[in-house]
């Protein structure tokens, strides 16, 4: 079986602070590791992904994840957040030759002006 | 088209009716997913179409829920005898391929929100 834990129901920063979102995993196999951001009223939308090579993987509007193989983490972040980057993250799992994307439970950022 | 369609936006029903949802995948993709997201329980899987193949329908959280996909595009999901909690966003996803491309991006529409009264 595979999971995800978003240990934080809520990070709070300040506008132009670096934000963080963690996002640890378990499964059997290798993760395909996935970020997707919703907005208030919104459906998901793709952030980025890791499925191999190079742990750091970049992604839309300035975010970037950072891939943990022996920590089995995927935490999300930005060196510098802005008001609108606030929305709820959701961090989803998947492994090879499987369909099903598990999610986490979400955390809800608010950036402050 | 463009990205993953979904109708109604909002549809507000009575207990007991029954309703329809659907979902316009992105041309060419053969996968298709539902999900459910509600207040306390996060995102749920419910079914998943692959082209021609049997779809899997574990999720499904009871027998009036049900879906299906023609053509290998368009999916209904139908929900009958609606109960207060059936309320909830009803989210539709499709990719490129499914089992054997694991590392493809499942793409979300913007969801069609249900509240039953």
């Known amino acids: 079986a595979q999971s995800v834990a978003q240990p934080e129901d809520q990070v709070n920063v300040a506008e132009g602070n670096p934000l963080t979102v963690k996002c640890t995993y378990s499964?059997?196999?290798?993760?395909?590791l996935f970020w997707y951001v919703q907005y208030p009223n919104r459906g998901l939308q793709f952030l980025l992904k890791?499925?191999?090579?190079?742990?750091l993987v970049k992604g839309s509007y300035g975010f970037e994840a950072e891939f943990n193989k022996s920590q089995t983490s995927f935490h999300l972040k930005k060196p510098s957040a802005l008001v609108s980057d606030s929305a709820l993250y959701f961090c989803a799992v998947r492994v090879a030759n499987d369909y099903k994307l598990s999610f986490g439970a979400g955390t809800t950022v608010t950036v402050r002006a | 088209g463009a990205g993953v369609s979904q109708s109604p936006s909002n549809k507000v029903t009575e207990k007991g009716k029954d309703v329809e949802l659907r979902c316009d995948p992105i041309s060419g993709h053969t996968a298709l997913y539902w999900y459910r997201q509600s207040l306390g329980q996060g995102l749920e899987f419910l079914i998943y179409f692959q082209g021609n193949s049997a779809p899997d329908k574990s999720g499904l959280p009871s027998d009036r829920f049900s879906a299906e996909r023609t053509g290998g595009s368009v999916s209904t999901l139908t929900i009958q005898r609606t109960q207060q909690e059936d309320s909830a966003v009803y989210l539709c996803?499709?990719?490129?391929?499914?089992?054997?491309?694991?590392?493809?991006?499942?793409?979300f529409g913007e969801g069609s929100w249900l509240t039953v009264v």
């Open positions: 499964v059997s196999g290798n993760p395909y």
């Open positions: 890791y499925i191999t090579g190079d742990n």
């Open positions: 996803a499709s990719s490129a391929s499914g089992t054997h491309s694991s590392g493809n991006t499942i793409y």
